[in-house]
DNA sequence: GAAGCGTGGGC
DNA sequence: TGCCCAAGCTT
């Protein structure tokens, strides 16, 4: 195949996308928004498929659907309303710049939706692969997508055998990318590449089911194991956290995190990272103080709660505290907030409305379903 | 180019 | 259990 004449070589690459046209047919999945292509409805999966299983994303969009079925829906709906309905899919930003990109479309297009690569790229949250996402498959734009499940097919098709994220690799890929698109055909080429990625020349491929196996250079040197060849990256960072429930009143005090932090316009109950060899229980202290300017002292502790976000290990201490009598501090209502944007007094029934991190999304729920027994239980009346 | 941004699933 | 993800974007 190497030394094939140019005629013989165009009538592969031909082969080539009618066998991988011909294998989609046979082999797509029937997702939601595959219904009919509508171009709001293509653009909400795209976002929520980033870095997202499917099984979740296509739960996340078939809710999100029921609550902002049009673009307008979007752009008038709250925010804390939207970042409710994406609690516990994460990368927040996501929701964020979707609600930022449906109201500059209905405030600075009158709402005609971006019918173009360049038009969508402009859009926050719309980077490359997203803008020609939509553009092919909303519109049939002759553009190719190259997400990871691209990448991975070519890296295998070409043997690549340097790391697909880097300059050379990337140019290479973006070349084969190009070759492979039929023109008139983006809508189903692109889609027919990822879902091939994502059934067939997966992690573990399983070249025996791939229609592009004959013109497969990793198959043909039984390398396809061996890529996509990754860098090395960080390892995992340890992090003991400590933060605790505040309850007076019959309330407990909650704060709205910043929206350039992680878990950007959630919720959450107020604390911080224990510095080195400090005690949680003093560490929770010292976080109220200086976020909210509060003086607390912990009543007990509710427990332990692990869990991980991007390259951390997180370890969270939680505790019930109440205001320390002596040093009374600004008034209940008047929170000096060094950390976060707002803050509320809440009833603890009342927490499940509030888009939380995963991690005090579970502290708040153990709390109000009295999964913490009688600590738990002390708190609507202490 | 590298790092930061989340989460739950699979092996 | 620990590690690697799964349809990336922003700075």
């Not at 996340?60 to 752009?75: G, I, K, N």
């Not at 209905?106 to 719309?126: K, M, T």
């Not at 939380?356 to 579970?362: A, D, E, G, V």
Request: charged residues 25%; neutral net charge; hydrophobic residues 45%.
């Amino acid at each position: 195949m190497d030394n094939a004449s140019p005629l013989s070589r165009r009538e592969a690459l031909a082969q080539a996308q009618e066998a991988l046209l011909a294998w989609f047919g046979a082999h797509m999945r029937p997702l939601p928004w595959r219904r009919d292509y509508d171009p709001y409805r293509v653009w909400i999966s795209e976002i929520m498929l980033q870095q997202t299983q499917m099984e979740r994303g296509v739960q996340y969009f078939e809710r999100w659907m029921d609550a902002f079925p049009t673009l307008e829906a979007l752009a008038g709906a709250p925010e804390e309303e939207v970042l409710k309905l994406w609690e516990g899919l994460g990368y927040y930003a996501r929701a964020r710049n979707l609600i930022k990109a449906a109201r500059a479309v209905v405030q600075e297009r009158g709402g005609a939706f971006p019918a173009s690569f360049e038009e969508l790229r402009a859009l926050p949250g719309i980077g490359p692969y997203t803008a020609a996402a939509v553009a092919s498959i909303a519109f049939q734009e002759d553009v190719p997508c190259i997400d990871a499940n691209v990448e991975r097919i070519i890296a295998r098709l070409l043997d690549i055998d340097t790391p697909v994220k880097e300059k050379a690799a990337q140019e290479a890929i973006a070349e084969a990318a190009r070759l492979l698109l039929p023109r008139g055909r983006a809508r189903e080429h692109n889609q027919a590449m990822m879902e091939l990625g994502a059934l067939v020349c997966a992690r573990r491929p399983d070249c025996p089911r791939c229609p592009l196996s004959p013109w497969c250079l990793a198959r043909k040197r039984d390398t396809a194991e061996h890529r996509p060849v990754k860098k090395p990256g960080a390892g995992p960072v340890e992090l003991v956290l400590a933060s605790g429930v505040l309850l007076h009143g019959g309330r407990c005090f909650i704060q709205k995190r910043e929206e350039d932090d992680v878990w950007g316009g959630l919720w959450e109950f107020p604390g911080g990272c224990a510095e080195k060899g400090e005690r949680p229980e003093k560490a929770v202290v010292r976080e109220y103080l200086e976020e909210t300017g509060f003086a607390v002292k912990v009543l007990g502790k509710y427990g332990v709660l692990k869990s991980t976000y991007t390259n951390h290990r997180i370890t969270l201490h939680f505790y019930a505290l109440a205001f320390a009598g002596d040093k009374p501090g600004p008034a209940p209502e008047a929170p000096v907030l060094t950390a976060a944007s707002e803050s509320r007094w809440v009833p603890v029934k009342e927490l499940a409305g509030f888009a939380m991190p995963s991690l005090y999304r579970k502290a708040a729920d153990a709390l109000s379903g009295g999964q913490w027994g009688m600590l738990g239980l002390l708190f609507p009346k202490a």
